[in-house]
């Protein structure tokens, strides 16, 4: 289009009829030229300024998209975020769980031993059966494990600095 504009503007009369403008057209042709292709230069101005409106449109819907993908970005991010700090916390109890199902399953087999213990001994030993149960007792009480622990509460050897 903008070379269609600068043909248009190129028609300069000359001072002489006749003579051709510096644009190849002689100047009393120049004027009837620019009669016929002036209502065509302001309509292609007119659609010029139409293509710059709907350009600008286009780009401020572009930018709205963007802003609207930006901020779903940010949604899902966050919800995955969330997804994967639930996750872990699953995981961790799964963790605790299985830990302390090991130190019971521990404590009874170390109960279940001392039955054993005391079942061979009969009615011979009873005095030895009693002295393993009260060693594995004190063995459990040395290490500050309960034969049954609270529920949810933490098993097995303190950490240095736990009282």
């Known amino acids: 289009m903008t070379g269609f504009r600068d043909f248009l503007t190129r028609f300069r009369p000359t001072a002489s009829p006749g ?3 510096p644009g190849g ?12 292709l002036g209502p065509s230069l302001a309509l292609l101005e007119q659609a ?5 409106a709907v350009r600008r449109r286009a780009d401020a819907a572009a930018a709205s998209r963007r802003r609207e993908a930006e901020r779903q ?18 995981a961790a109890e799964r963790v605790l769980r299985v830990a302390e199902g090991q130190a019971a399953a521990l404590l009874a087999g170390s109960e279940h031993e001392a039955v054993v213990v005391r079942d ?5 030993m009873p ?3 009693d002295r393993v149960v009260a060693q594995v007792l004190a063995d459990l009480a040395a290490e500050q494990v309960s034969p049954a622990p609270p529920q949810g509460a933490s098993r ?5 600095g736990d009282p």
């Open 19 to 21: 003579r051709a403008a």
């Open 25 to 36: 057209v002689p100047a009393d042709r120049s004027a009837e030229l620019r009669a016929e």
């Open 48 to 52: 010029e300024a139409e293509a710059r």
């Open 73 to 90: 970005a940010e949604e899902i991010v966050a919800e995955a975020r969330e997804e994967a700090e639930r996750v872990r916390a699953r």
């Open 120 to 124: 061979r001994a009969g009615s011979r």
């Open 127 to 129: 005095a030895l059966a």
């Open 156 to 160: 097995g050897r303190p950490r240095d």
